[in-house]
């Protein structure tokens, strides 16, 4: 009936299904309930999201003969509070939810990482679904069941590993995202690529037109991305060990996030993670463990879909190398004066580092400085 | 070398050991730091327990290698708070603890619910030690995994499963509490019988004076009794079955807390289970489940003790017969007029009775109300 592709993630007895297609949260009713029959719901969601697209989810769960009641919450990083999260549990227990039924976030990721939380520690766990409106949130934070809250310490200090029962990525409703928030989210797509699949890193170089376009391109951009996190995460449930290769390009792009103080019109995250890859990249090339040329490809392709992949791409300038080291070093445990990185050998082979030294880390940020 | 008791709690990759004994709080250096070698630790206390025994765990910690920081809350069940939850969280990550480093329980059920709560959160999971001051949490809430605190619509309604590291009881500390804690604690003791351990239930009966005054006969009983628990706990981890025989008496008993408002000083939690215990067993003799002959036996036992019994034995008075029924449909799902009790067929031989009509709990609480 639906075109709607299906990635399924293998984690046992927690096993669930991603559908990817136009029109899920018109269809939401229907698929949440031949999952979770005779449920009820608490919609948890933002003021931007609610107003483009709560009326179509309410009417699409309606439909399906879920009763639902809603959280609205402020848009934003500042939401992953304990505040907010007391908010959403004293919201779900109004409610009378039960453990049966669903927590369903409704959103980007901010959303979804709140929600995933509150449905992880209510009643000791109540089903979750989600259904993610951000490309970045589709790609990323929906598939793996990371959820969690900010502290003042640092980010997602504070959560839970909770796995959704289902997770509906409608594919339309990102229409309605501004072209940087599309970009932003679409470097975590190049990334997958990156990590293991030279194949879909090829690809998306001849497709990415495509994908910002929408239509069965961005479906298959998606659902391929789905995939490679799904293995990943099937493999380290828990991030003991290889989970740590999705954070290619993190602890550069951390770290110039931690720069600009987290100011989203400056930097927001997926963007940091393009110039963090990027530089994973040249710093690898430069460790001689990689090509020069796979370092200029990756740059090339983040500048021609118009993502930032230098520091210099950094609006408003950068505090210089030795403070973007010490930003570096509070992201990480820095042991015996080496760094953890995620680094690369080539288009599609990147790996674990886990002895480099903090010295070609700050020669590094230094030849490659804009100031 | 020492005398303890080892109980192991069989989950697989989450198993783990009670230890019970004599002065494993100055031992606990040794004994954890044997299972979790080279780790920090945050203690999470409270008031009264720090006042006694803070500084003999802070020693047996140093003793092992262990450095700690202390978190001290203030006694008793209003801790088990979003804001107290904040507050332990919050100087987990200010100790700047890792996944790997421990936070320790240090008090009763209301501590180790609590820190067990925000060791199961802080970097989505940190190892947790449980070392239980109270004879209820070292029978009890120690065991299992159930962490939590409480929301204005009830008790316990927020939470994860965590499962400690290890358990350490220290049979000692127990000579520190009031009699009537001890007493209450016992009421748990008892049950693990009434489930399913005739023998052990019979045993009692026989020991009891020796079990209140210290000695093999108390660490035996705690080691029967964390056995029995973890038996049931193995078998259902995450409460989906066999687990609720757990709540033999309990209905009964968060009935007759909730009708006198959760005030301590008319009614602590195990004298609720006694009497709930008592009313259960008599309860099935009514329903020709069970010969009055068992339920004669249990009474008896329970007054022998010196624990209350009957609902009468709550001083300042109860609510009629249908407010309590009330009581005990707000804590449960009532379906079509039935409601899920523990009920039994003698002593050990309890079972979950899934389809109790309602009309014969109100008219069994009318014959049975003291007013």
């Given at each position: 009936m639906s075109e709607d592709v299906r990635v399924e993630v293998g984690l046992g007895e927690r096993a669930y299904d991603i559908l990817i297609g136009p029109g899920l949260v018109a269809r939401a009713g229907a698929e949440i309930g031949r999952r979770l029959p005779g449920i009820r719901a608490?919609?948890?969601?933002?003021?931007?999201?609610?107003?483009?697209?709560?009326?179509?989810?309410?009417?699409?769960?309606?439909?399906?003969?879920?009763?639902?009641?809603?959280?609205?919450?402020?848009?934003?990083?500042?939401?992953?509070?304990?505040?907010?999260?007391?908010?959403?549990?004293?919201?779900?227990?109004?409610?009378?939810?039960?453990?049966?039924?669903?927590?369903?976030?409704?959103?980007?990721?901010?959303?979804?990482?709140?929600?995933?939380?509150?449905?992880?520690i209510v009643r000791r766990g109540m089903n979750f679904v989600q259904m993610p409106t951000s490309l970045l949130a589709q790609v990323d934070s929906s598939v793996g069941g990371k959820t969690g809250i900010n502290s003042a310490r640092g980010k997602n200090l504070i959560g839970v590993f909770h796995q959704p029962k289902l997770v509906l990525a409608d594919t339309a409703v990102l229409d309605t995202l501004p072209i940087r928030e599309f970009r932003a989210g679409y470097a975590e797509v190049a990334k997958y690529g990156l990590i293991d699949r030279p194949d879909f890193f090829a690809w998306l170089e001849a497709n990415w037109q495509e994908v910002f376009a929408g239509g069965p391109a961005r479906i298959e951009a998606i659902a391929q991305s789905c995939r490679a996190k799904a293995d990943v995460v099937a493999r380290d449930e828990f991030e003991t060990g290889d989970r740590a290769l999705l954070n290619l390009g993190h602890t550069f792009g951390h770290a110039l996030e931690a720069a600009v103080a987290y100011d989203g019109a400056r930097l927001v995250h997926g963007e940091g993670v393009a110039i963090g890859m990027a530089l994973a990249h040249r710093f690898s090339a430069r460790m001689n463990l990689a090509s020069p040329d796979d370092a200029a490809r990756v740059e090339a392709h983040l500048k021609a879909v118009g993502l930032p992949w230098r520091m210099a791409?950094?609006?408003?300038?950068?505090?210089?190398?030795?403070?973007?080291?010490?930003?570096?070093?509070?992201?990480?445990?820095?042991?015996?004066?080496?760094?953890?990185?995620?680094?690369?050998?080539?288009?599609?082979?990147?790996?674990?580092?886990?002895?480099?030294?903090?010295?070609?880390?700050?020669?590094?940020?230094?030849?490659?400085?804009?100031?």
């Open positions: 608490a919609i948890v969601t933002d003021e931007n999201v609610a107003q483009r697209h709560l009326e179509m989810l309410k009417t699409g769960l309606d439909r399906g003969g879920i009763a639902s009641s809603t959280i609205v919450l402020p848009a934003g990083e500042k939401t992953k509070s304990f505040a907010a999260l007391q908010e959403v549990v004293d919201g779900v227990l109004a409610a009378r939810l039960e453990r049966g039924d669903a927590v369903i976030a409704f959103g980007g990721g901010v959303i979804g990482d709140l929600a995933g939380f509150a449905a992880g791409d950094v609006p408003g300038g950068l505090p210089d190398a030795d403070a973007l080291l010490s930003f570096i070093a509070q992201d990480k445990k820095v042991s015996r004066g080496a760094l953890t990185f995620i680094l690369t050998r080539g288009i599609g082979q990147s790996f674990i580092a886990r002895d480099v030294p903090v010295s070609e880390v700050l020669a590094f940020l230094k030849e490659n400085h804009p100031g």
